[in-house]
């Protein structure tokens, strides 16, 4: 079978190279795809906003299933699309998308829902939304987020009600977010720790996948602004069974039967561990970017039968199968991300850091340029290495990083740290 991978991330290098593990599997195309995917697939010249372009290749090549990785498409209406024109796609249509497309739609499913989440406050209005921060105790802290859809950064973390009101303003006066900006939710900052849990789901049947743990800010510590991600691992030691079991009956399943429309994809729920149990920070409708550059290397199973399942409707006869090995994967990031940064800088080191037993280096912008490979993004490379033990995993993930290099490369030197003697 031939396979479309939408994207250009190192997600989708990492379903790419999933993906081309399946013995049923003849050709993985990547559109647009970037440097690492051009190695292990075909690279189709289709931005992903061309959503009917993608449909006509997709039909052209007799391509047997379509693996959307980013939630701008999904969110537009590919799935839809294709399933228009009766081609086979793997992700929810666009009305079960908006709980990726919409924080406030997504709050409102879960208080349908029951599901525990933060409180929160919705305004589209920053006046009104002043008005109500200057009823609040001048210490409390909160979060501010834009309610559309700004590619992990729309978030902003406040210490105190000033902060808050400047956030407000950064959103909705100075439109920092654009469009994405024209509500915001004030919400409580909550205290735990993160997980992502992911569950590809269809027809009401949810199979978790391992647990992962994301690095969101930019800096050492967790400090600095929030970003896509600088590095993950799975599993979560601390996230048990139990709590995962609490995820899927508790949050996944009535969250989807409070939809209008049935999901059929992956839900990436992404939880803060409380003192008072698993609070919903956000759901997305995708592959977590890098979740999948963790997740992905240690599923037993061939990914084509566990995606197949979910869109054919057999998903109830399918279990996923785990590795006890551990995963870490490190963000190799340009200069100035999640700001403004460079591109075209050439990346040294590629191929030594790939030979290393365990390592695997999946791009995610990056481009080939001539025989060159080149920046062509803020988060440039995940570095991710496998181990016994996370000690192992984060020492062959960081000697591979140790190897690469380009003109302004920076990194977090404490990726799974907390996990070291786990
Ligand atoms: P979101 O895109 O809504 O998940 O937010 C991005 C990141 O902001 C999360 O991964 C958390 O690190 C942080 N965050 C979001 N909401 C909250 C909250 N209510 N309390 C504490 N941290 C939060
Ligand atoms: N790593 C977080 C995300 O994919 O949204």
Not at 259 to 268: C, I, S, V, W, Y
Not at 308 to 327: F, H, I, N, P, Y
Request: hydrophobic share 45%.
């Amino acid at each position: 079978m031939k396979v479309l991978v939408i994207g250009s991330g190192g997600r989708e290098h990492a379903l790419v190279w999933k993906l081309a593990q399946s013995p049923r599997v003849t050709t993985v195309y990547c559109a647009p795809g970037n440097g690492g995917t051009a190695a292990q697939g075909v690279n189709v010249d289709i931005p992903v906003s061309d959503l009917a372009g993608l449909a006509d290749f997709a039909a052209r090549e007799g391509v047997g299933l379509t693996v959307v990785g980013p939630e701008v498409p999904m969110v537009e209406g590919i799935v839809d699309l294709f399933r228009t024109r009766g081609l086979r796609i793997f992700g929810p249509v666009a009305a079960a998308a908006r709980l990726e497309g919409s924080k406030v739609f997504a709050k409102q499913a879960m208080t349908r829902a029951g599901v525990p989440t933060a409180a929160y406050e919705v305004f589209d209005d920053a006046d009104a939304a002043l008005a109500w921060l200057a009823t609040q105790p001048a210490e409390k802290p909160w979060v501010v987020k834009a309610d559309g859809l700004a590619a992990g950064k729309g978030v902003l973390m406040c210490d105190n009600r000033a902060e808050a009101a400047d956030a407000v303003t950064r959103i909705m006066t100075a439109r920092e977010f654009g469009a994405a900006g024209d509500r915001v939710l004030i919400e409580e900052r909550l205290d735990g720790y993160e997980v992502s849990l992911l569950a590809i789901c269809a027809g009401g049947v949810i199979i978790p996948l391992a647990p992962a743990q994301d690095y969101k800010r930019i800096g050492e510590g967790d400090t600095g602004p929030n970003t896509g991600g600088m590095g993950n691992y799975s599993p979560v030691p601390d996230f048990s069974p139990a709590l995962i079991d609490f995820t899927v009956h508790q949050v996944i399943a009535p969250t989807l039967a409070a939809l209008d429309a049935p999901f059929t994809g992956t839900l990436f729920v992404g939880l803060m561990v409380t003192a008072a149990g698993p609070q919903v920070l956000e759901f997305n409708v995708r592959f977590g970017d890098p979740e999948t550059q963790v997740v992905l290397p240690r599923l037993e199973n061939d990914l084509l039968d566990l995606l197949e399942a979910a869109v054919d409707g057999t998903l109830a006869a399918q279990t996923a199968r785990w590795s006890s090995r551990k995963a870490v994967t490190v963000v190799c990031a340009a200069g100035g991300y999640p700001d403004a940064y460079r591109k075209g800088d050439v990346i040294h080191g590629l191929a030594e850091a790939a030979a290393l037993s365990d390592v695997i280096v999946f791009h995610a912008g990056t481009k080939l340029d001539g025989d060159r490979i080149v920046t062509n993004g803020g988060r440039v490379l995940n570095v991710t290495a496998l181990g016994d033990t996370f000690a192992q995993a984060i020492d062959r993930a960081y000697e591979a990083v140790s190897l690469i290099s380009w003109d302004g490369m920076t990194y977090r030197r404490d990726i799974a740290a907390r996990v070291r003697e786990g």
